[in-house]
């Protein structure tokens, strides 16, 4: 009624609407530096935007942006940088610049052909030329970074001694695994086009004397031994269902007795309240590539029929789930 009291707020459907303002801002706050430049010490909007060398008044709009956000707060006229925007975008930890690149120049103009994806299920035209290439996996690879970090902090490795990669795309799951637990070695089984990179890669980490690398793809592979740890990071996700339950049956072959078996990726779940970051992944990967993030419960039953007892789950934070299971 006209006049009557507001008892439904229309908040929520504005934030979400309005949510790719606040990321092309927290893209541009990554390019020009903004994060970098509070990292010594707090500014006002004049010092920051002579530190930055951008005009003052786009300065100002996304440092208040970020502020709204919680990345920066203001104190007493002067901007502070946040934790977060400390830990990740400074470049003092784990840099998420890259991150933020490839979902500003691949991603976001990519999901411009999301209408189409959602009235015929096909994924939209990738543009891979030139610099693109190196853009994405830089991308890809900076946030399975993050990833494997996050696993490591929620994840007990040290009981384990021989680790199985398996069909992963990154190394880093593992060798953060071999940080964690020194006794650890690790077999990978990756797709040929792989060995090289994940070869240095180990050995710039400096576990390349525990680590043996192997090239087969990874619906010809058949791993072998009596691993006690397996490991399978964002390979649901790019198989179907049938490859899917083909590659878990054949890491339980090579497990020994009560192996652990982590498969890390985004779910879709039966929650009262779905996750939105796996939800989310699933427009991402279907317009992307026409890859599916799959029911949780779909993939439970896979494991089940290939002899493992899923019995948890973990969240790692800004991360895929994993999906915790026991060799039976």
Known sequence: MTGSARTVSPDRIVDIAVGYMASKQLFAASRIGLFAALADAPLNADELATRIGKP?????????????????????????????AAEYLTGSGLDLTPYLTFLESISYPHWLQFGHTVDTGEPGKLDMD????????????TYNELHARM???????????????????SSAFATEA??????????????????DAVTQAVTEAGVADRSTVLGSPTTDARPEGAFDLVMVNHVVHRFTASENAE??????????????????????????????????????????????????????????????????????????RVLVAEAV
């Open 247 to 320: 590659i878990l049956l054949r890491a339980r072959a090579a497990a020994g007795p009560g192996a652990r078996l982590l498969v890390l990726d985004f779910f879709l779940d039966t929650d009262p309240v779905q996750r939105p970051l796996d939800a989310l992944h699933a427009g991402e990967y279907l317009v992307i590539d026409g890859t599916v993030v799959y029911l949780e419960t779909t993939v439970r039953a896979w494991l089940t029929d290939a002899g493992w007892r899923p019995f948890d789950r973990l969240t790692l934070p800004g991360s895929p």
């Open 130 to 141: 030139g610099d693109r290439w190196t853009t994405f996996l830089a991308g890809v690879m």
């Open 56 to 84: 003052l008044t786009t300065v100002r709009m996304i440092a208040d942006t970020m502020v709204s956000l919680g990345l920066v707060t203001r104190v007493e006229g002067r901007y502070v940088l946040g934790a977060e």
């Open 178 to 195: 071999m940080h964690a637990n020194e006794k650890l070695r690790t077999t990978f089984l990756f797709d040929p086009r792989s060995v």
């Open 151 to 169: 696993l490591a902090q929620v994840f007990d490795f040290r009981p384990y001694e021989n680790l199985l990669d398996f069909g992963g795309l």
